[in-house]
Every structure is written in structure tokens, then in C-alpha cells.
């Protein structure tokens, strides 16, 4: 009898062994979903960048291959032409863990969700937004199958062939532009870039697809004015409220602060480029995007560039001098803050493009007028850093009288003007001029440079691919070239149409 | 004190006043002969009659007798038989010999189940409490090094408040936990590390084991295999550690005893033999100046010391000579002093002990140590007939202060004094501080600090305040059947304070972390016990089945700050930017187990266990996979002795075997999902949020299993004069939980899978004996040899290597590697011509530069061998023990060496100071050989090339080392007669006395910087130290 209750007794303790396990282990720190709005927020922010990846791909190497700044430090890699394995990769790096991942899990999110076809428009643009940074940097990427490690479970994804990617970008952005009107998105403030503006949005939306569209000038010129004419039509940002940029702040912790302001931080050898400063000259911007490291003089008179490719050596044998204190560098009372804007686009970028429409295919109207809309944008826009930066009506007529349209060198005026308005979103720089070749930038040849003194047509892969995705990634090399940073992007063909 | 004397003769009074009322009955206490433990269950008989009593759970007895003229027998399993003639007695202590016939021992195996060793089919080790306490040590557990065949102990340079990694035979899994799990009294306690060094430096926050008490341990059993551990199931993988502490048995009456030990640690100077004849400077120059001083820093390379006056970073001269020996200079004499005081008291159904120790340890490192009390109650109780209970809690309070930083420079004080150059007296740079409280820099590397400010300045501090208790009732519902309740708890807060200070070199604005660590462990079994005879009482069965529930709950709060607002104010309230996080976790197991063992006639045993674990960690709503496995046993052994007549040589001899399944890892709560968190503090004004996985979670994650089958003979021959014990063991480790390489494309790091596999064998050999037995004099001596060889079988899906960790040096790392031994030493090599010859470039200066090859294997981090050897000589009153130790077959990669090569200090750098160095070659460009001459002041660019390859410096980790002695003399028994003491015990003790052989230079071949997987880097731990004191033992 006592037997028999010892045996039911532990009969029952028996079936009570994982009794309440599957609530145990649900983690009461941590949601097993957040509200998409708040994605939104850390995803811009992601978009924005951080300190990592805006010091090595965008400062060390974009801004000195496209002649911004120049240094005689030797770890700026992109002022010698060298190869830096890790720098090179680090946009991916950044990217693929932090917003490619979270943009995917919010696309999910809304279609599982039902979310009204505006959250998902807006969704989709800055969806567009990353993968476009990342494809005009290294060519051909994972697209249709990035960012879905969970969603998918693709541990491995293929690579996309850069034109494949190209037109699946535009048309998200058609379809994702003719999905908004006007009014909040649903987003409403955690949308920090907008505050959900539908109107804004949709003007960001075709400005990218104009973005896009002349990228594709030397591979697809058809292409190209057929999506140029489609985001004109579209309608493109009209005012510098339309600038498509995050508000940084100086903390509390890094996600907060603009990543180029913490590499300025940090890192005192950026100088201006010679060739920069030689643009700027006569230019009410370069008093208040330069100053002398020596002395912080904004006089114009006092700001001397430095040239690109040399070390301290070659610089002391150049100028017997033993330091870059006699150079400017950027201005670090005004556009050097951790909590600087930082410029998705600009509606001064967007005056340039319609006046590049407007001379290669007529269209959009007047080039001359989106010329000087696109110079006078571009000097206002200055006053997000400070107001303190506002440069005055007069003294950007006066500008605008000595530098006036000039129909004959149109593309590398209006080009030139975009080269100085993308100064410091160097990822565009890089881009616009890959794909128009303006300004004329003359390459360096510092001893034991890998592209043989010519300026380099993208960045590498991260070395991690070769053991954790080996067959796609030798399979994009086979189909894009090898992964050097020579090696022309698809819409980067040689030679073509300019 | 004297109260305590008064009162303790007043007992003793009463107790002989008692005896006088017990005229027709005669009592007393019996008593093992050799450790003096009570004997219960013994027989006791009136010769040639039936009548018979046994003794109760502490060897007590009574009979009552009609003729006080008898003969009484005591007879007890294992023992030899003893006739007392009575004579009027009617108090009779009896002290019983082990009987020399048969192993009759008994030991504690897994869930505390006592069984005589000739049933065990599988190796175990059990060490008793005097053996652990002989020598004390800050962190117990260090007591086993050396003692258990099979049992890896390294201490590494963590400083005396660190971890300690124990392995036993072999580590079972390529990156999880492989360290046993501890049970102290039947309850799992937590042996997590509360922090430890990686490459970029850090300090040891100590293990979970070190809170135990080594004067309050009664013995220790390891587990080492498979079958031995088995009924831990899930948690058995790297074998078990059984701790049981002392009660008040043995005692009889009302007990005292003190034990107290004070021990001096001294830096072992004597493993560093650096160069001391050039002194600080540049390319063969002294500096010029203070701010050239400042700037050449550690630099070494200056000209032969000359005796002129030459100025140093302060913009002091001094004469340019060798100044001695910093480590001297910087680093204390420390200290160990451990106080015990225990009262015990062992009256009718009620035993009881208490204790309390003081353990306050000054570190060698300036400002560094660690206080240690702890507080053991332990009760035994008789409750009612049937009923027994057991009471055991320890309170625990710790204080650490200024663990020191390891590894990586910054704020690492070891680094810089290991690296001053010979013509800089480390205490110049005394005090660290400026004026306004900043650090006063002795150099413009911003990452290396003055010493003084490291040991002083930085703040890295602790307190843990920990229980661990537990109770049993146990009720005899029958002589044969039993049931036993037993619930325990393992409970800490640590509150912890880090603070790089306002001022730091290379933080100028300082910063500031608080956290506090809550940790519980809470685990019940029930069991319900059978052991019954049949068949003339030949063939026995002992069985048992339980349940078990186990659940740890830890959270960790963290207060981060930084910018200090109001120098010298080092409070989080007081920085610029703050942030806070919390971490949750709790996971439980609940289990079924049971086990049957089966005798016949005390030479054939067998005996089959199985646990069924159910995990929470692998339950989640909706999940369709089990989350639960099952984990048998079998083991059984043959006493041949008792067999077949062996004649008088052999007392006994016992084959064995044991096959076993048991488990490890996915104890890791929330694995299986994805989830999020809402992160930092928004962006004005709206929260950020995103996933808060790394790699990509696996709903279908398992514990990896591990077989183990083992088989092995012990026996005892000449009158047990000579005992050995081999085990022959091969384990296998399958399903291991690793990371399955992931493209960052896809989001994610990694993702995990069950698909490693690890194998590992090896023998055990103990051998021991008693050379010399005297009335006078003995001598014992043993000798153990362990030898693991531990294979990586399969990493994952791609074969592709596992990193475990780097060296701040980045040019070596430990691998886990397809087909190569457990934990590879992977690092930079020289590039050399198909003849062996060093391949040079030659740079602008006509330098020869080594070339830097590929990562080549350089070695492995774990020795596979390792020995020890102890004696104890026993000359009347005076004792002499000694334990000499050796590991061999294993590799360490120095990072001192490679950092005295790149300044200048290492002695190999003094070739060619004088009219240069000749270097004969391959030039890279030609491919030819070449012979040239650098220049003295080119040596700093030669060998600073070399110092950044990873093989110049992977060197043997090979040892013979003088680890322990103790020479003791015990005060006679005469002499305590007429006193109340009852023994005293004085001792010399000294431990980690000196290395008989060492193959690497300059360092302690076992000075990794932690105790986690990627052992078999040195980078600028705490030195190794050699103690020397005194233990007194005093018992009332």
C-alpha cells in the first residue's frame, strides 16, 4: 500500500518535470517584437552611420580619393592608393549587421503586420537608400537575399549582379513613390528624418530615382533618361526643406553622435585637400568649412591646401617643413560636431541633376536656372550646421556673378558644384564622379600604391567572404572582375557616354 | 580563553561522572584506527553467544552484560575482527584496523551516495580534508594540482584572488565550459568566473569554487569519468567535483580546534634573467633631453651603461647604470594569513560543528589582496527513530581590492615594470599622481601606465556576499527501504566598482562602472532507496530512483559613466554621459534518475544508472523537437582477489570497466528565439529599437552528448605495501554546440549547430606504497601520471578553423583545428627556403628583416602529460611531506619575450652591440644567401622585426617544479597530558619553491592570463611567487 503511494508520488512529480519550461525560457528583458516605429528610428540612425565605418570608408578612404582631404598619415590608405583589407570592407561591415539586417526584419514586420501601404512605402525607399550606397561602392552584392539570416535562414547569400540590383532599386522607388501622397506615413515622429512627412518622402523617392538614373549614363543611357524622366516627372525635392538628413546630437552614446563628427574627434590629421581648396577659392563656403590647423585663421588668405599623396617625409623634403599645422583643415567650430547633420541628399544635389537633364536631353527646363538654384541651395544649406554658417544673399550673387553658367562646360560645372555640395557624404562624391569623371582629378602615385597611380573605381570585399561564403563570392568575382580596388562597378564602364 | 578551558573540563567533568552510574552495561565509542572517524553499524558481540548490539551513527554502543567476565567481539565489513576482554570495564573505546585482506574503503560517489570502492567500476579519486588543508591556499581547489592522475589544475598569472582552470581528462567541448561541475554537501554550486583577462587586458575576477574553505573541507571526491558522473546527466560532461564538509563527527564531546597559517609570497625574481648592461635610449644613443627621455619610453636601446649622468622622463640626471632589480622595488612581500577557529560537539543524536576562518591575503601587486570570511554551521541530527537530519550552510563574505589588470598595457602595472629599461628605478615614478591628481606619465605612450598610478589610481573592487546551505531528512521506512528529502541553495550578490581614473593618460576624462551581480541556485532532490540481500544474503541489490529540480536565476545590473564632471569625485552621478543595462536569466532542469546495483557474493558487481534531464533552455511555446534527453550507465567490476586465491602477495586486486552518455551545454537561456530590445536612450525623443541576436538562434539546439568508456585495475600487494591504480579511458564528444560560419550578408555572425566533435583518450597510473614502516619511522610515497591526448575531430560544416582568442600582439591565436590537437598555438612564422634558411628582405639601411610568413601551428596550449610525486616522511613527532609536479608535451607563446625583444631587454638582444651583428641568410629579392653586419644602432629595427614573429617565441611549457613542503612536529602526548590540549601540530610550510627544470625563459611556463579555452598565452600577467611560513594546529 505505502508502495503504491511512493510510486504515485513519483508518477506525479515525474510529469510535472518540464511542468511551465516553455514560459521559463521566454526572456522577460527582451520583446520578442517591438513596434516597427522604433525600428524606423535605429534604423535612420544605422543609415546615418557610425563612427566605424565613417572614418574608414568614407574619410580615410572616399574624401581623399576624391581630393576633399588629404594627409600625410600613413594609415589614411585612400590618400596613398594603398590597400587597407578591413577599411576597405568596412561599409559592409557596418551595413550588414546593423541596418540591411533591421530594414529586412521591418519589411517582414509590416507585410506580417498588414501596415498600411505608406509605412511600407517609406520602408522601402530607405531600404533603396542602403543597398544603393552599398552596390555603387563594391559592385555586385547581395541584395535579394541579404539580411535574411533568420527571416530565410540564408547563411549564404548569392551575390546580385550590380544591374539586376539597379533595376529592382527603381522600381521599389516607383512603386514605393506612387504608394504616398501627403500627410504623416504612420511613422510620424520616430521617423526622425521626415517625421513622416508622405509629401517629403515621396519627393526623396524620385530624387533618388533621378540619383540613379544618371548613375546609369555610361552603361544605359536609354535607361538612364527614360528614369530620369520618370522621377522629373515624379517630382523631385523643391527646397532645402526637402534635404533628406538626420539631426545628429553630441551624445548620450555613440549611436547619437554623427560619425564623421567622432572620427573629428579623434582624428586630427584629415587636412583640406590642395585641389579642394583650389575649387573653393573666392567661395564664401570655404571660410566656414575650413580654418588653419596652426591658429584656426579663417582667412582665405591663410588657407593653404595640402597636397594629396605625400607622407611626412616626402612633405618635409617638399617644404622642409615638419608638420601640416600651416594647412587648413576642416573647420572644427562648425562642420566638425558630433552633433552635426548628416546629408542623405541634398535638394541642391537634386538643381543639379535636373540642369544635367536639362543638357543632356532637355528635359526639366532651364540648366542655367537649376545651375544657379542648385549653387545658391547648396551655400544656404550651410545653416543646418549653425546659423552662425548662413552665408548671405549678396555674397552668393556675388559668387554666382563670377562663376556664372557656362553652356559650353556645362556637365563639368554642374558637376564640379556637386563634387564641393557632397562634400563630407563622400560615399556620393565618389559615385558622381566615378560616373561623369568631373571634376578632373589628378591621381597620385605614391610609392607602392596598388591601383598603379590611378584613382581607384571601388572598394573590396570584406576577407571574411573567402571562408564564410567562398562559392558566391568567388562566383561575383568571376562575373564582376577580381576584387581589386581597380575593378570597375557595372555602371562604371570605361569610356562611356560622359 | 580561559572561560572556553573552564568550560570545556567542566564538560569533561560531567562526562566522567556519567560513567560511574553505567555499572552493568558496558559503553564506549569505536573509532577507525588510522583517521579516528567513528565507526557506525559495527558489530558487537558476547563470545560464543548470540548476543549483540551494533554501534549507532557515531560509533557509540552500549551492551548490557550479565558476567562482566566476557569476551566481546567487534566485527565490522573491511576491518579486522577485535576481542576485548571485558575485565570489569565498563567504558571500552575501541579502535578498529582496516583489515589488510580486502579494499573495504568507503567513498562518496555522485549524488552522495557512499559506496565501498571494490563496487566502483570506474575511477575515482577521493583526497580527505587534512590533504587539502595540509598547505593552505587562497583558492582551495589549488590543493589538487598535482595529487589526482587525471585532473589538470593551472593557476596561470591571474594574481592571488584568480581563477584556477581545472580539466579533467581532457577538455570535451571545441568553445563551451569545460570545467567540472562542483557539489558541495549534494548541491550543484556556481563556479562562474566573474570576469576575466581577454587580448585588449582586463583583470580576474575570480571563480566560484575559491568561496570554499579548505579547513572545512572533510574530503573531496573527483569524478573523473563518465560512469562516475553519469547521474549528473546533462551537467556530467566534464566530469564531477564532489565537496563534503566536516561535521561534528568524530569528536567526542565538546571540541576546539584553531588552526592558523601565515605565509609570505615573494616574487620568484629568479625566472627573469634580463639584460641589465644597456640602458635606455635610441638607436645606440642616450637621450638628450627630458622630452627625449619621455618620448623613447621603454626603449632599451641606448649605449652601454657608462655610469655618466644622463636625464631621464622626469628631467632628472642620474647616473646612466643599472639600477637593480625593479620587480624587487615595485612589487610587496605578500602576505596569506588564515585563521580557523572550529567548536564541535558530538552528543547523543546531535552533532554538531561551527567554524569561522579569516583568510586576508595581500597580493604582491601594491595594493591588491583579498579578504575572505567565512562562517560553516554544520548539524547532524537523530530526530526520532527513524528520522535523521542534516543541517550544512557557509556564509561567505569576500572583499577584492584592485584585481590587478593583465594582458594588454593599459593600466596593466606589470607591463611597464617587467619592460623598464635597467638604468630607470621604477620607484622615481613613486608617487603616480600630479598634482591635481593626474597621472604623472613617465612616457609619451599614453597606453602604458606609471605603475604606481595603475596599482594606486585604479580602482577595481568587489564584494561577494554568498550562502550556500542545504538540508536532508532521511526516514528508514523500513531496514530496507528508505526515502531522503534534500534541498539546497547556492545564493551571491557581488557588488562591484571599476573606476579608470580622471586623469588616466589615455582617458584623461576617466570613467566610472558599477555593477551588482545576483546569482541563485536552488536544487531539491527526492530520492526513495532499496537494499536488500538474497540467495544466503550472496547476492545484493541496492537501488535507488529521484527526482531532482534545479534552477539558477542571475541578474546583473550595470551603471556605466563617463567624463568626470568634478575631478577626483568618483561617483556615477558625477560623469558627463551615463548609461545603465540590466541582464536577466533563469533556467531550470528537472529530472527523473535512478540506479540499480547488483553483488554477489562480494567479488562481482554491477550497476546500471539512467537520468532523464528535461531542460527549459530548450523549451520555447510552439517548439516541436524534444527538450529533453536521456543519459545511461553501466559499470561494473570483478574482485578477483576474493575469486581465486592469490596467494599472500596479493591482498587485492579488482578489474574494472564503466561505459557511460552523458551531456554538456545549451544552458544558455533564450537561445531559441529571436529577440529585441529597445537600446541606448532614442533619438530626440523616440526610442531606438532592433534585434538584439548576434548570430542566428536554433530552435533545434541540443546538449552535445559525450561517451566515455573506461576500464582499469587497481590492486594491493605485499601486505599493502604497494598499491596501483591504471585507467584507460577514451571519450568522445559528439553534436558539440559551435558556431556554423555565417556571411555577414546574411545579417548575422553566426549561427549556432550542433556538429563539433571532440575525442579524447588516455591513461591514469597511481602508484603508491610504503617503503619503510616502522614503529618509528615511515615512509609513504606516491607517484601519479596522467596522460590525455585530445583530438579535434570536426569543427564545422566546412572543417574550417575556430578561433578561441588572440594575443594583444595579434600574431598568434589559439585554434580549434580539424585533425590537430585540442587548442592549436596558430601564429606568424619565418618564411624559409626549401633548405630551412630565414629568408630575409633587406631594407634602404642595408637591414636584414626577417620575413613574416604564414600562420603556421606552433605548438599546443595544453600539456598532455603531467605528474605528480609526493613522499611523507614521519620520524617519531616530526614529519616531512614534499610534492614535486610536471607537465610536459605542452607550448606557450610569450608575449614577454616578444616585448623584450622589441625593447631591448631580452638578453639574445645584446648580440651585436658592440661592432654588430653578423647575419647570414636568403635575401628575398635574389634568392641568394647573404652575409652582412648590422649596425649596433640598426639592432632595434632587426629585432624588432623579429619580435613581431609569433615562432621565435612559442616556447616548450615543460616543468618539473618543487611545488609544496611541509615539515612538521607534533608536541607528544606526554607533554599534553597534563595540559587541556590535545594536540598541537606546528608546521613549516612552502609552496611553488623553485623549478628543477623549466624550458622557457624569463616567464612561469603557467602564466596564461585566464583560464578560459585559449590557454598557452602569456601576456603580462602578475609574476609567479614562491611562499614560505608557518601552520599552527591546536586542538582542545
Not at chain 1, 236 to 262: C, L, R
Not at chain 2, 448 to 454: L, M
Not at chain 2, 528 to 554: C, H, M, W
Not at chain 2, 590 to 608: K, R
Amino acid at each position: 500500500m505505502k508502495k503504491t503511494i511512493y510510486i504515485l508520488l513519483f508518477a506525479l512529480v515525474f510529469s510535472a518535470c518540464d511542468k511551465g519550461f516553455d514560459e521559463i525560457n521566454i526572456n522577460p528583458t527582451k520583446p520578442s517584437q517591438i513596434d516597427v516605429r522604433n525600428k524606423m528610428t535605429a534604423v535612420e540612425l544605422f543609415t546615418s552611420g557610425r563612427r566605424y565605418e565613417s572614418w574608414r570608408a568614407n574619410l580615410i578612404y572616399s574624401s581623399t580619393m576624391m581630393q576633399h582631404f588629404a594627409t600625410t598619415a600613413g594609415y589614411w590608405a585612400g590618400d596613398k592608393y594603398t590597400w587597407n583589407r578591413g577599411y576597405a570592407a568596412s561599409l559592409i561591415d557596418a551595413y550588414t549587421t546593423s541596418a540591411v539586417k533591421n530594414v529586412e526584419d521591418m519589411m517582414l514586420q509590416l507585410e506580417t503586420e498588414e501596415a498600411p501601404k505608406e509605412m511600407k512605402a517609406v520602408t522601402r525607399i530607405l531600404r533603396v537608400f542602403i543597398y544603393h550606397r552599398l552596390t555603387d561602392m563594391y559592385g555586385d552584392i547581395p541584395y535579394s537575399e541579404a539580411g535574411k539570416g533568420v527571416i530565410e535562414g540564408i547563411l549564404t547569400p548569392k551575390y546580385d549582379a550590380q544591374s539586376a540590383i539597379y533595376a529592382d532599386m527603381l522600381k521599389e522607388l516607383e512603386q514605393s513613390a506612387a504608394d504616398l501622397s501627403t500627410g504623416d506615413s504612420g511613422f510620424g515622429s520616430a521617423d526622425i528624418m521626415f517625421q513622416g512627412d508622405q509629401g517629403k518622402w515621396k519627393r526623396f523617392a524620385n530624387s533618388m530615382m533621378l540619383r540613379l538614373a544618371l548613375r546609369m549614363i555610361k552603361v544605359d543611357p536609354a535607361g538612364a533618361k527614360e528614369w530620369a524622366t520618370k522621377a522629373i516627372n515624379g517630382g523631385v525635392m523643391t527646397s532645402n526643406d526637402d534635404i533628406a538628413y538626420i539631426q545628429h546630437t553630441a551624445g548620450p552614446e555613440g549611436i547619437n553622435k554623427n560619425g564623421n563628427g567622432e572620427v573629428f574627434t579623434v582624428d586630427g590629421s584629415p587636412r583640406m585637400s590642395d585641389t579642394f581648396i583650389g575649387f573653393l577659392q573666392d567661395d564664401p563656403r570655404l571660410p566656414i568649412l575650413a580654418w588653419r590647423r596652426g591658429d584656426h585663421s579663417t582667412d582665405p588668405a591663410d588657407l593653404k591646401g595640402l597636397p594629396n599623396g605625400l607622407d611626412l617625409t616626402m612633405l618635409k623634403e617638399l617644404t622642409g617643413e615638419e608638420n601640416t599645422d600651416a594647412y587648413a583643415e576642416p573647420n572644427r567650430s562648425i562642420i566638425t560636431g558630433e552633433d552635426a547633420p548628416m546629408f542623405f541628399q541634398t535638394y541642391a544635389e537634386a538643381e543639379f541633376m535636373l540642369a544635367e537633364a536639362g543638357v543632356r536631353w532637355g528635359l526639366a527646363g532651364d540648366p542655367e536656372e537649376h545651375y544657379n538654384n542648385g549653387v545658391r541651395a547648396a551655400m544656404k544649406m550651410l545653416e543646418l550646421y549653425t546659423p552662425d554658417a548662413a552665408i548671405s544673399d549678396a555674397a552668393i550673387d556675388t559668387y554666382l556673378a563670377a562663376h556664372p553658367y557656362d553652356s559650353a562646360n556645362a556637365i563639368e560645372q554642374i558637376n564640379t558644384q556637386y563634387w564641393i555640395a557632397t562634400f563630407l557624404n563622400e560615399y556620393e562624391t565618389f559615385a558622381n564622379w566615378r560616373r561623369v569623371g568631373y571634376p578632373r582629378l589628378t591621381p597620385i602615385n605614391y610609392p607602392g600604391n596598388v591601383t598603379n597611380g590611378t584613382i581607384p573605381r571601388r572598394l573590396t570585399y570584406p576577407s571574411s567572404e573567402e571562408s564564410n561564403n567562398a562559392e558566391n563570392l568567388a562566383a561575383a568575382i568571376a562575373a564582376q572582375g577580381p576584387d581589386e580596388l581597380t575593378t570597375r562597378v557595372w555602371w562604371d564602364t570605361p569610356g562611356g557616354s560622359e | 580563553m580561559t572561560q572556553k578551558v573552564l568550560r570545556l573540563l567542566f564538560l569533561i567533568g560531567i562526562f566522567s561522572i556519567q560513567s560511574f552510574y553505567a555499572q552493568t552495561t558496558v559503553t564506549g565509542k569505536i573509532t577507525d584506527a588510522l583517521d579516528g572517524e567513528p565507526l557506525p553499524g559495527v558489530n558487537v558481540i558476547v563470545k560464543g553467544t548470540s548476543h549483540g548490539v551494533s554501534s549507532d551513527f557515531d560509533g557509540n554502543y552500549s551492551i548490557s552484560l550479565e558476567d562482566s567476565n566476557v569476551v566481546l567481539v567487534f566485527s565490522f565489513i573491511g576491518y579486522s575482527d577485535k576481542e576485548v576482554s571485558v575485565n570489569g570495564q565498563s567504558l571500552i573505546n575501541v579502535k578498529m584496523e582496516q583489515s589488510t585482506e580486502a579494499l573495504d574503503e568507503v567513498v562518496v560517489t555522485a549524488l552522495g551516495i557512499k559506496k565501498e570502492t571494490k563496487a566502483l567500476g570506474y575511477s575515482l579519486t577521493e583526497l580527505k580534508g587534512d590533504e587539502m588543508a595540509k598547505i593552505p591556499e587562497t583558492n582551495a581547489i589549488n590543493a589538487l594540482q598535482g595529487k589526482v592522475a587525471g585532473v589538470n589544475i593551472t593557476q596561470n598569472a591571474t594574481g592571488a584572488a584568480g581563477s584556477s582552470r581545472v580539466v579533467i581528462r581532457g577538455a570535451s567541448s571545441l568553445t563551451g565550459n569545460n570545467q567540472p561541475l562542483y557539489v558541495v554537501d549534494g548541491i550543484p554550486i556556481s563556479n562562474e568566473n566573474n570576469g576575466s583577462a581577454g587580448m585588449w587586458g582586463g583583470s580576474d575576477g575570480g571563480d566560484g569554487i575559491s568561496s570554499i574553505n579548505s579547513q572545512d573541507i572533510a574530503s573531496i571526491s573527483v569524478l573523473k569519468g563518465g560512469a562516475a558522473s553519469a547521474l549528473y546527466g546533462s551537467r556530467a560532461s566534464n566530469g564531477v567535483i564532489i565537496v563534503t564538509t566536516k561535521t561534528g563527527k568524530g569528536q567526542e564531546g565538546f571540541g576546539v580546534e584553531y588552526n592558523t597559517s601565515y605565509t609570505f609570497d615573494k616574487v620568484d625574481t629568479s625566472l627573469q634573467d634580463f639584460q641589465t648592461s644597456y640602458g635606455q635610449g635610441r638607436r645606440g644613443a642616450k637621450p638628450s633631453s627630458q622630452e627625449e627621455a619621455f618620448d623613447m619610453g621603454l626603449s632599451s636601446w641606448g649605449p652601454k651603461l657608462d655610469g655618466s649622468g644622463v636625464v631621464q622622463w622626469d628631467g632628472e640626471i642620474r647616473p646612466y647604470s643599472y639600477v637593480g632589480s625593479n620587480v624587487n622595488r615595485f612589487y610587496r612581500t605578500g602576505s596569506t594569513f588564515i585563521n580557523t577557529l572550529a567548536l564541535s560537539n558530538s552528543k547523543e543524536n546531535l552533532t554538531y560543528r561551527f567554524s569561522a576562518t579569516d583568510l586576508d591575503n595581500e597580493d604582491v601587486m601594491p595594493n591588491s589582496g583579498v579578504n575572505r570570511k567565512t562562517f560553516n554551521v554544520s548539524v547532524n541530527s537523530k530526530m526520532a527513530e527513524k528520522l535523521t537530519s542534516t543541517v550544512n550552510a557557509q556564509y561567505i563574505i569576500e572583499k577584492a581590492n584592485n584585481r590587478p589588470r593583465l594582458s594588454d598595457a593599459p593600466g596593466n602595472a606589470n607591463y611597464t615594470v617587467a619592460m623598464l629599461s635597467p638604468n630607470v628605478d621604477v620607484r622615481t615614478m613613486k608617487p603616480g599622481t600630479n598634482s591635481d591628481g593626474s597621472e604623472r606619465r613617465y612616457s609619451s605612450n599614453v597606453y602604458s601606465q606609471n605603475p604606481y598610478f595603475a596599482a594606486y589610481n585604479f580602482r577595481n573592487e568587489d564584494t561577494k556576499n554568498r550562502i550556500i546551505a542545504n538540508t536532508t531528512l532521511k526516514y528508514d521506512i523500513t531496514d530496507w527501504l528508505y526515502i531522503m528529502g534534500r534541498a539546497g541553495i547556492d545564493h551571491y550578490t557581488i557588488k562591484k566598482t571599476s573606476v579608470e581614473p580622471w586623469g588616466t593618460a589615455y582617458k584623461p576624462l576617466g570613467s566610472i562602472r558599477e555593477t551588482e551581480i545576483r546569482y541563485s541556485q536552488v536544487d531539491m532532490d527526492a530520492m526513495l532507496g532499496y537494499n536488500d540481500q538474497f540467495v544466503d544474503d550472496k547476492f545484493g541489490i541496492s537501488a535507488f530512483v529521484g527526482v531532482n529540480s534545479n534552477s539558477i536565476e542571475s541578474e546583473s545590473l550595470h551603471l556605466n559613466g563617463s567624463n568626470f564632471i568634478v575631478p577626483g569625485l568618483e561617483d556615477i552621478a558625477n560623469t558627463e554621459n551615463q548609461s545603465r543595462s540590466r541582464g536577466y536569466s533563469m533556467r531550470k532542469i528537472g529530472s527523473v534518475y535512478g540506479s540499480a546495483e547488483f553483488s554477489w557474493d562480494n567479488f562481482a558487481y554491477l550497476t546500471i544508472t539512467g537520468r532523464n534531464d528535461w531542460f527549459s533552455t530548450l523549451s520555447y511555446p510552439g517548439k516541436t523537437t524534444p527538450n529533453d534527453d536521456f543519459y545511461p550507465s553501466v559499470n561494473g567490476s570483478l574482485v578477483l582477489s576474493e575469486l581465486f586465491d592469490m596467494g599472500n602477495a596479493v591482498n587485492f586486486l579488482k578489474l574494472r570497466g564503466g561505459w557511460s552518455e552523458v551531456a554538456g551545454g545549451a544552458d544558455a537561456a533564450y537561445q531559441l528565439a529571436l529577440t529585441y530590445q529597445i537600446f541606448g536612450q532614442g533619438h530626440l525623443g523616440q526610442p531606438t529599437g532592433d534585434i538584439t541576436n548576434g548570430s542566428v538562434p536554433n530552435a533545434n539546439l541540443i546538449p552535445y552528448s559525450k561517451t566515455e568508456t573506461e576500464i582499469g585495475i587497481d590492486g594491493r600487494l605485499f601486505s599493502n605495501r604497494l598499491n596501483f591504480d591504471v585507467a584507460y579511458y577514451t571519450n568522445r564528444t559528439d553534436n558539440d554546440i559551435v558556431p556554423v560560419s555565417a556571411s555577414e550578408w546574411s545579417g548575422y555572425g553566426s549561427a549556432l549547430a550542433n556538429i563539433g566533435v571532440v575525442e579524447n583518450k588516455g591513461v591514469e597510473v597511481l602508484l603508491s606504497g610504503k617503503p619503510i614502516l616502522t614503529d618509528n619511522f615511515y615512509w609513504n610515497t606516491s607517484f601519479n601520471y596522467a596522460y590525455n591526448d585530445g583530438k579535434v575531430v570536426s569543427t564545422n560544416e566546412t572543417g574550417s578553423d575556430i578561433g578561441l582568442g588572440s594575443a594583444r600582439s595579434r600574431n598568434v591565436e589559439i585554434k580549434q583545428i580539424v585533425g590537430e590537437d585540442f587548442g592549436s598555438i596558430v601564429g606568424v612564422s619565418y618564411v624559409r627556403d626549401d633548405a630551412g634558411s630565414i629568408v630575409y628582405d633587406i631594407d634602404g639601411d642595408g637591414v636584414p628583416l626577417a620575413q613574416r610568413g604564414p600562420r603556421k601551428i606552433l605548438g599546443v596550449g595544453v600539456a598532455p602529460t603531467q605528474w605528480g610525486w609526493a613522499n611523507t616522511f614521519s620520524f617519531k613527532n616530526f614529519n616531512l611531506y614534499m610534492l614535486i609536479d610536471g607537465k610536459m608535451g605542452g607550448q606557450i607563446f610569450s608575449g614577454t619575450n616578444t616585448n623584450l625583444y622589441g625593447n631591448g631587454l631580452h638578453k639574445e638582444t645584446l648580440n651585436g652591440r658592440e661592432g654588430g651583428l653578423e647575419v647570414t641568410g636568403i635575401d628575398a629579392a635574389t634568392g641568394s644567401s647573404f652575409t652582412t653586419v648590422v649596425a649596433p644602432e640598426n639592432l632595434s629595427t632587426y629585432y624588432g622585426r623579429i619580435s613581431s614573429i609569433a615562432e621565435e617565441f612559442v616556447s616548450d611549457a615543460d616543468y618539473i617544479k618543487f611545488r609544496q613542503l611541509s615539515i612538521g612536529y607534533s608536541l607528544p602526548g606526554s607533554l599534553l597530558d597534563n595540559i587541556f590540549l590535545e594536540k598541537v601540530d606546528l608546521s613549516f610550510i612552502a609552496t611553488n619553491l623553485f623549478y628543477i627544470q623549466r624550458s622557457v625563459d624569463n616567464i612561469d611556463p603557467e602564466s596564461a592570463y585566464n583560464v578560459g579555452n585559449a590557454q598557452g598565452l602569456e601576456y603580462f600577467g602578475v609574476p609567479a611567487t614562491k611562499s614560505y611560513g608557518f601552520s599552527l594546529n591546536v586542538k582542545f
